[in-house]
Structure formats: C-alpha cells, structure tokens
C-alpha cells in the first residue's frame, strides 16, 4: 500500500456506512532500530490547517484554546482501520466519537430548532 | 420504454435548467451590440459544457463518487482548499447575481424594486431546499424552467436571415469595438462554461443513484441536453439581434428586457419574459446553493443529500443556509443585478482551469473510470478546453478594464 495515494484524504466512514469524515493526517510512530510504523489516522481542522501551513495551524489551535474548544484532532488506531479501493472503514460508532462533534452541536443547537427539519 | 423516459426527462430537465441570468443578459447583450456575429462563442461555449458535463456524469455513474470526492482524494487537500475558495466565492458571485434576477423579474411584474424582493426570494429558495427533495427542485423547477423555450418560437417568429444566423456561428474578427466583442465573447463562454453546471450534474448522478449502466443514457442526456440549451442562448441572441439592435437598446439595464419579446407577442411577451427570467433564476439559484453545499460536504467528507432530513445532516443543511443569506446580501443592499451578472461570469471565465484541469487526470484514472476512461479523442477535447480556459484566465481581466464597460 502507498500511504499517501491509498489512504490520505480519502472517505471514512463508520461500520454502519456513516460518513465521518477524511483522513485529514497519517501518524508514523518512531522506534529505536524499527521502521517507522503507522499508530493512527486523523481527522480534524487542525490537522488540515497545519497541512496547508503550519502557523495557520497554530494560529487557529491557539484560536480554538482560547474560545474553550479543543483543537486537537480525533485520533483512529490504525489497527480499526479497513483500507478499501478510495474508502477507510473504521470500526467505531461515528455519532459517538469527537468526528461528529459540530455535527451533533449544530443538531441540537441551530439546526434541530427550525420548524420542519 | 422506462430508458426512453428517462432520456425523455434528463433532457427536458436539463434544457429547463440550462438558462440562467448569465446566459440571458450576456447573449442578449451580444445580440444587441454585434447583431449575430456572436453566435459562434455560444456554439464553442455549447461544445465544451456537452463534453465536461457528459463526463462528469459518466465519472459519478462509474466510480460513484462526485468531482470533489475525488479532487480532494487525488490532488489532496491543498488543492482542494485552493479550488474551494475559488470556486465559492466565483459561485456566490453567481447565485448572488441570479437572486438578483429573480428580484428584477418581481419588479418588472409589480413596480417595487428589486432590494425589496431580496429577503422573500431567499426565504422561498431556502424554503424550498429545507422541506423538497432533489427530485423537486431537479426535475420540478427545471420544467416549469421549460418556458424559457418562447425564446426559441420568438426568435423563429421573427424570420431572422438563416444564412447570417448559420455564418455567426463560425468565428470572426469584429469590426468595431474591440474590446468589448472579445469581453462579450469571454462572458458568454463564462456563462455557458459554468462549473457549477457539471459539478451539480456529478452530484445529482449520485443523488439519482446512478450506476454503470447510466453511461449510455448520460451521454445522450448531457449531449440533447446542453444542445437544446445553448439553442435558446442562440434564440435570445438573435431576438437581440433583430429587436433590441434596431431600436438602438444595448441591455445596459434589465428593464431594456421585455424588449425581446414584446414585439412578438405584445402584453404576454411582457408576462413571458417575467416568467422566464424569474423561474430561471429561481431554478439556477437552488442549484448553485445546493452545488456550494455539495461541494462543501463533499470535500470534507460530512453526509450530504438532498433526499435526507436537514436534521439527518446539520452540517450540509447549515451551509446551504448560510450561502443563501450571503448571497442575498447584494441585492437586498441594492447592487445592480446586472452588474453583478457580467462581473460574475467574468470571474466565472477567469477561474475556469482550477476546476477544468481535473478532468484531465480523474478521467484517465483506472481505479475510479475503469473501462470507462477517456479515449485519444475526448482527451484531446479536455486539452483543448483546458488551453481554452488558460486563455481565458489571461485575457479576461484586461478584456474587463477595456471591454467590460
């Protein structure tokens, strides 16, 4: 598998078939006398910030710590993950995990309170 | 039988949804100031959109994915965020400018001004995403988005010269103004070569649940669909050309409009022409909102679909609903819908390569098209467009400042 062209940016989506969002970030562990090894996935803003530029993923991770939101990203164990043709499985619950997080709150907060939705 | 329907429908949905404010004010304009000199670039303009659109049709029935789907997974995010923010703010520029046609519409029909309609339209278009389904506004709006064809039986009705109709389509050097012919010129193809046109087509594919074997069917709707389209922006052009440019109207303000098809069918060509220009505007302004959203949810992985709840995808529902506030901003602060028409499609013209170039790599690429890729010939239409549109990027700014007035 190449990392990059196999498993960044693509689709994931939860056990039920429920969009959680994409690998935003790939993490590769470093060990003494071991070939790097890929401990997790990530997904969030700040990952996808620093990837464009890293003071703009500092800004706004300091942005998002003063406003009480935490910046850092959810995290997947590579070890839950299924890496399909253009598709990452991962065996979670999506509305339980922090991917969902604006999701729910602007479920419950905005959009849950119009008439009809 | 059901295959014929289909075609039958795809074709007429996308002919009723093919006009909008850009394609009408720009033909109009080049009718009126280049009599039918201008038809060749709705002709070019026609050829493109027919191929981009038949595939990315064809890549969302095969791969099952949209185009942001697999921008963002083959050029990666950077990219994407680039094209995004082009993209969004040209298309808001767009539906910013066709909520304004459809507020002119409204004031044509009653006396108030346009800044007035503003807040009503976007609630009525608001409304219409939160409680329909894709099929609604799809295949709903586009046929009542089918009066747009008086132009057509307008322009026929006029008798226009068939053989300088026949002669504008093939290109030629103006011989007066310039500037201003080429930046008409570039609008129109700005206004035909819409991205928001193929990107909606690739999601409403999905939307449709189209499968592999839609291919056949896709082409002939992208291909009967678009062709009929560009026929009534030829339509409008040579009513232009035969009522507005004797007269001595240059389309420099909508209410100039009727015009078109007053001296056709007296007081109703006044009412058609109202219709016309509302029901287009409303139907590309649902589009262009729902093409932003796509585009959004799509390229950052969120669930998306106009058949679900707004509760089942707050995130898809809050985008779509912030788009419409912004791009009714303009028009309820009085901007000139008409100005904001030919900025955009220039901005339109401007920006085509960021979303053309794609289609280059995705419809070559086996794990999405498979059998279904590109062969030497549509590639080298894709090319061609991708020279077109980079010529385009360059010129249209300088053809702005010297032409655009």
Not at chain 2, 70 to 76: D, L, M, S, T, V
Not at chain 2, 110 to 128: C, D, E, M, R, S
Not at chain 2, 164 to 190: C, D, E, K, M
Not at chain 2, 292 to 298: C, D, F, K, P, V
Request: contains cysteine.
């Amino acid at each position: 598998m190449e990392l990059i062209r196999d498993c960044l940016d693509k689709q994931v989506d939860d056990q039920a078939k429920r969009r959680m969002g994409r690998v935003d970030g790939i993490i590769l562990v470093l060990e003494p006398d071991q070939p790097p090894r890929v401990a997790y996935i990530e997904l969030g803003v700040t990952t996808l910030m620093n990837r464009l530029s890293s003071r703009v993923g500092r800004t706004l991770a300091r942005w998002m710590r003063n406003r009480n939101i935490s910046p850092d990203p959810y995290r997947i164990p590579w070890g839950k993950l299924k890496i399909g043709l253009n598709q990452v499985i991962a065996e979670v619950e999506a509305e339980k995990t922090p991917a969902l997080k604006w999701e729910l709150w602007l479920r419950k907060k905005v959009i849950g309170r119009i008439p009809g939705a | 039988m059901k295959k014929l329907l289909e075609i039958a429908l795809g074709i007429v949905t996308s002919v009723g949804g093919f006009l909008e404010i850009g394609s009408i004010a720009t033909a109009a304009q080049a009718g009126a100031e280049f009599s039918l000199q201008l038809i060749w670039a709705i002709v070019l303009g026609g050829i493109c959109i027919i191929f981009l659109v038949e595939q990315s049709g064809r890549f969302a029935a095969v791969s099952g994915r949209t185009l942001p789907d697999a921008i963002r997974e083959r050029f990666g995010f950077n990219y994407f965020a680039f094209m995004y923010l082009i993209l969004g703010l040209v298309s808001l520029m767009v539906l910013a400018a066709e909520i304004g046609g459809v507020c002119v519409a409204l004031e044509l029909a009653t006396g108030v001004g346009f800044q007035w309609w503003a807040l009503p339209v976007a609630l009525v278009i608001w409304l219409v995403i939160w409680k329909g389904t894709f099929g609604v506004i799809e295949k709903g709006v586009s046929v009542l988005g089918l009066i747009t064809l008086c132009f057509v039986v307008g322009a026929y009705i006029v008798h226009p010269p068939w053989n300088q109709v026949l002669h504008g389509a093939v290109p030629t050097l103006p011989q007066h103004n310039a500037a201003r012919y080429w930046f008409i010129a570039v609008s129109i193809l700005g206004a035909s070569i819409s991205p928001y046109l193929f990107f909606f087509y690739s999601a409403g594919a999905i939307e449709d649940e189209w499968k592999e074997t839609h291919v056949g069917i896709n082409r002939v709707i992208a291909t009967g669909g678009m062709s009929f389209g560009s026929l009534i922006s030829i339509a409008v052009l040579i009513l232009a050309a035969m009522l507005l440019l004797p007269r001595g109207l240059k389309v420099q303000h909508y209410s100039e409009l009727p015009m078109l098809l007053i001296p056709v069918f007296g007081t109703k060509g006044f009412w058609l022409l109202v219709a016309s220009l509302g029901i287009a505007c409303l139907g590309a302004s649902m589009e262009i909102t729902l093409q932003i959203a796509y585009l959004t949810a799509q390229g950052f992985g969120w669930n998306w679909s106009e058949n679900q709840r707004p509760l089942a995808e707050a995130r898809f529902s809050f985008v779509y609903t912030v788009t419409i506030i912004l791009g009714m901003l303009p028009s309820l602060f009085g901007l000139d819908p008409l100005t904001m028409t030919v900025f955009s499609m220039a901005a339109t013209a401007a920006t085509l390569p960021v979303s053309i170039v794609p289609f280059l790599f995705l419809m070559n690429d086996y794990s999405y098209v498979r059998k279904y890729r590109n062969g030497w010939f549509s590639n080298a239409v894709v090319l061609s467009i991708i020279s077109l549109a980079f010529v385009l990027a360059v010129v249209t700014i300088p053809l702005q400042i010297f032409g655009g007035g």
